[in-house]
Protein backbone atom coordinates (compact mmCIF):
# COMPACT_ATOMS: atom_id res chain seq x y z
CA UNK A 1 0.00 0.00 0.00
CA UNK A 2 1.65 3.75 -1.25
CA UNK A 3 1.75 5.56 1.67
CA UNK A 4 2.84 9.38 1.73
CA UNK A 5 3.03 11.10 5.02
CA UNK A 6 4.02 14.34 5.56
CA UNK A 7 5.52 16.22 8.92
CA UNK A 8 7.02 19.74 9.43
CA UNK A 9 3.99 22.35 9.34
CA UNK A 10 2.48 24.91 12.11
CA UNK A 11 2.56 28.56 12.69
CA UNK A 12 5.30 31.12 12.16
CA UNK A 13 5.41 34.50 11.31
CA UNK A 14 5.86 36.84 8.65
CA UNK A 15 9.48 36.26 7.33
CA UNK A 16 10.02 33.41 9.19
CA UNK A 17 10.62 29.54 7.87
CA UNK A 18 9.37 26.38 7.94
CA UNK A 19 10.34 23.22 6.41
CA UNK A 20 7.92 20.12 5.30
CA UNK A 21 9.40 16.52 4.95
CA UNK A 22 7.33 13.98 3.40
CA UNK A 23 8.02 10.15 3.28
CA UNK A 24 7.20 7.85 0.84
CA UNK A 25 6.29 4.13 1.28
CA UNK A 26 5.16 1.15 -0.64
CA UNK A 27 6.86 1.47 -3.64
CA UNK A 28 9.58 2.67 -5.38
CA UNK A 29 9.97 6.82 -5.74
CA UNK A 30 13.66 7.24 -7.15
CA UNK A 31 12.05 7.80 -11.04
CA UNK A 32 9.22 9.28 -10.85
CA UNK A 33 8.12 12.98 -9.32
CA UNK A 34 7.10 13.95 -6.42
CA UNK A 35 6.04 17.17 -5.81
CA UNK A 36 4.01 19.93 -3.24
CA UNK A 37 0.65 21.40 -3.62
CA UNK A 38 -1.52 23.69 -1.34
CA UNK A 39 -4.98 24.16 -0.82
CA UNK A 40 -6.77 26.76 0.82
CA UNK A 41 -10.67 26.82 1.30
CA UNK A 42 -12.66 26.78 -1.58
CA UNK A 43 -10.36 26.85 -3.99
CA UNK A 44 -8.48 24.23 -5.91
CA UNK A 45 -5.21 22.51 -4.92
CA UNK A 46 -2.53 24.60 -6.38
CA UNK A 47 0.88 23.68 -7.20
CA UNK A 48 4.10 24.71 -5.17
CA UNK A 49 7.45 22.63 -6.74
CA UNK A 50 8.05 19.29 -7.91
CA UNK A 51 11.14 17.35 -8.28
CA UNK A 52 11.40 14.99 -11.65
CA UNK A 53 13.98 12.36 -12.23
CA UNK A 54 16.35 12.71 -15.23
CA UNK A 55 18.43 10.01 -15.71
CA UNK A 56 21.34 8.84 -13.43
CA UNK A 57 20.85 10.80 -10.28
CA UNK A 58 19.56 13.65 -11.13
CA UNK A 59 16.50 15.51 -10.64
CA UNK A 60 15.71 19.43 -12.32
CA UNK A 61 12.89 21.22 -10.17
CA UNK A 62 10.00 23.32 -10.78
CA UNK A 63 8.47 25.86 -9.13
CA UNK A 64 5.47 27.82 -8.84
CA UNK A 65 5.96 31.74 -9.81
CA UNK A 66 5.14 32.61 -6.21
CA UNK A 67 7.46 30.64 -4.08
CA UNK A 68 10.74 31.11 -6.74
CA UNK A 69 13.34 32.08 -4.88
CA UNK A 70 11.69 31.69 -1.65
CA UNK A 71 11.04 27.82 -1.51
CA UNK A 72 13.36 24.87 -2.48
CA UNK A 73 12.60 21.44 -2.60
CA UNK A 74 15.00 19.17 -2.08
CA UNK A 75 14.56 15.25 -2.41
CA UNK A 76 16.82 11.97 -0.85
CA UNK A 77 15.48 9.32 -3.36
CA UNK A 78 17.60 6.26 -1.48
CA UNK A 79 15.25 7.28 1.68
CA UNK A 80 12.02 8.13 -0.46
CA UNK A 81 11.47 11.27 0.75
CA UNK A 82 10.88 14.99 -0.19
CA UNK A 83 11.12 17.99 1.68
CA UNK A 84 10.11 21.84 1.31
CA UNK A 85 12.51 24.57 2.36
CA UNK A 86 10.04 27.71 2.63
CA UNK A 87 11.72 30.86 3.70
CA UNK A 88 10.79 34.70 4.02
CA UNK A 89 7.21 33.18 4.62
CA UNK A 90 3.64 35.31 3.35
CA UNK A 91 0.67 35.20 4.71
CA UNK A 92 -0.66 34.42 1.48
CA UNK A 93 1.80 30.65 2.01
CA UNK A 94 -1.30 30.06 4.52
CA UNK A 95 -2.54 26.80 3.30
CA UNK A 96 -2.86 22.83 4.06
CA UNK A 97 0.23 21.51 1.97
CA UNK A 98 -0.12 18.06 0.31
CA UNK A 99 2.86 15.66 -0.78
CA UNK A 100 1.94 13.78 -4.08
CA UNK A 101 3.81 11.34 -6.49
CA UNK A 102 3.22 10.14 -9.87
CA UNK A 103 3.22 6.67 -11.18
CA UNK A 104 4.32 8.19 -14.49
CA UNK A 105 7.83 9.74 -15.61
CA UNK A 106 6.05 12.96 -16.77
CA UNK A 107 7.20 15.52 -19.20
CA UNK A 108 7.78 18.85 -18.05
CA UNK A 109 4.63 20.21 -19.49
CA UNK A 110 2.68 18.45 -17.12
CA UNK A 111 4.26 18.49 -13.74
CA UNK A 112 2.07 21.36 -12.30
CA UNK A 113 -1.13 19.52 -13.16
CA UNK A 114 -2.46 17.89 -9.95
CA UNK A 115 -4.41 15.38 -11.68
CA UNK A 116 -1.21 13.82 -12.74
CA UNK A 117 -0.89 12.92 -9.58
CA UNK A 118 -1.72 9.51 -8.23
CA UNK A 119 -0.68 9.36 -4.29
CA UNK A 120 -1.36 12.10 -2.20
CA UNK A 121 -0.51 12.58 1.47
CA UNK A 122 -3.15 13.97 4.03
CA UNK A 123 -1.90 17.05 4.32
CA UNK A 124 -0.41 19.79 6.60
CA UNK A 125 -1.21 22.78 8.03
CA UNK A 126 1.08 25.73 7.57
CA UNK A 127 -0.51 29.37 8.91
CA UNK A 128 1.58 32.49 8.50
CA UNK A 129 0.65 35.43 10.75
CA UNK A 130 1.00 39.23 10.23
Known amino acids: QVQLVESGGGLVQTGGSLRLSCVAS????????MAWFRQVPGKERSFVAA???????????YYADSVKGRFTISRDAAKSTVSLQMNSLKPEDTAVYFC????????????????????WGQGTQVTVSS
Open 100 to 119: ASSSSRLIAGTIPNAGNYDY
Open 26 to 33: GRTFGQYP
Open 51 to 61: SRWIGGAAYTQ
